[in-house]
């Protein structure tokens, strides 16, 4: 069973969702159906020079958080 990262369009929450089969997705703070799908950082795939750490910046920039 998936679990899928989202972003509601309407309120900007950001939200993570357990889908099954055709289920319709609905924002937990406003109850909007307008909902982006987000790709999890662990679904990009391949290596780059310009890696986006979990910190939000470059690994060389996460300080003491075992990156770089």
């Known amino acids: 069973m ?3 990262e989202y972003r509601c369009s309407a ?3 950001n939200f993570e969702e357990l889908v ?3 289920q319709t997705v609905v924002c937990p703070e406003c109850k909007s159906e307008k909902i982006e799908k987000q790709m999890s ?3 990009a ?3 780059s020079s ?3 750490a979990p ?3 470059s690994p060389k ?3 003491s958080s075992g990156f770089g």
Do not use: M, R, V
């Open 2 to 4: 998936p679990i899928f």
């Open 11 to 13: 309120c900007d929450n």
């Open 20 to 22: 099954l089969g055709s």
């Open 41 to 43: 950082s662990f679904a």
């Open 45 to 47: 795939t391949g290596k």
């Open 50 to 52: 310009s890696a986006i």
């Open 55 to 57: 910190c939000g910046k």
């Open 61 to 63: 920039d996460c300080g």
